[in-house]
């Protein structure tokens, strides 16, 4: 730990890349958290239907925000079908700590985000399912609060691949894009 004393009263601190710096007011859109978790592995959605889905987890984090901040989420995920003209449902949802889980973008059992996979001649079309979304979380500073993309296939008989390469021959297998969740921390 090193320590810089400004004055006789003021000090600032680093521990293990933590800087702590009392006192300190960071004006209002200020980043003052980061972090990224990603899915380097391709996943398939072959149960359920719209009516009834089966949602897989594609990526999570866990993340513990601070009290009176905001925090951005930015997912990247590519998801793709086995069937022309065919939909995947997704959606994100949070978790905090000893809470209920609650929609922020996309979908319930009743109202759910799609995307129509329907390419002429290519039936493994992949589509952009992710994008950026805010949340208010009010959160006390000690409240870990766990964010995931899921999906899920709409029609039964069709599955719904999530981190598959453009031309990935299969539904299930081959290589894999990154799928990524990405937290800033905003004051």
Partial sequence: MAD??????????????????????????FIIGALTAVNTTAQVSSAGSSASPTWVNGVSIVY?????????????????????????????????????TSVL??????NYAQNQVSS?????????????IWDVHGANGSTAITYVFQFARQ?????????????????????SAETRISILEIK
Avoid: C, H
């Avoid at 810089?4 to 601190?13: Q, W």
């Avoid at 493994?124 to 992710?130: A, C």
């Avoid at 981190?163 to 081959?174: I, L, V």
């Fill in 4 to 29: 810089l004393i400004l004055g006789s009263t003021t000090a600032i601190s680093e521990t293990g890349g933590t800087v702590t710096l009392p006192g300190i007011t960071f004006p209002t859109g």
């Fill in 64 to 100: 513990t925000p601070q009290s009176g901040t905001n925090i951005l989420l930015l997912v990247d995920a590519w998801t793709g079908t086995n069937g022309y003209a065919s939909y995947a449902m997704n959606r994100v949802i949070k978790t905090p700590a000893g809470g209920s």
């Fill in 120 to 132: 002429p001649g290519d039936a493994w079309q992949i589509e952009f399912t992710g994008g950026a």
């Fill in 155 to 175: 029609n039964s008989g069709t599955d719904v691949v999530l981190g598959r390469t453009f031309n990935d021959p299969t539904s299930a297998t081959g290589g």
């Fill in 105 to 110: 973008r996309g979908a319930s059992n009743s």
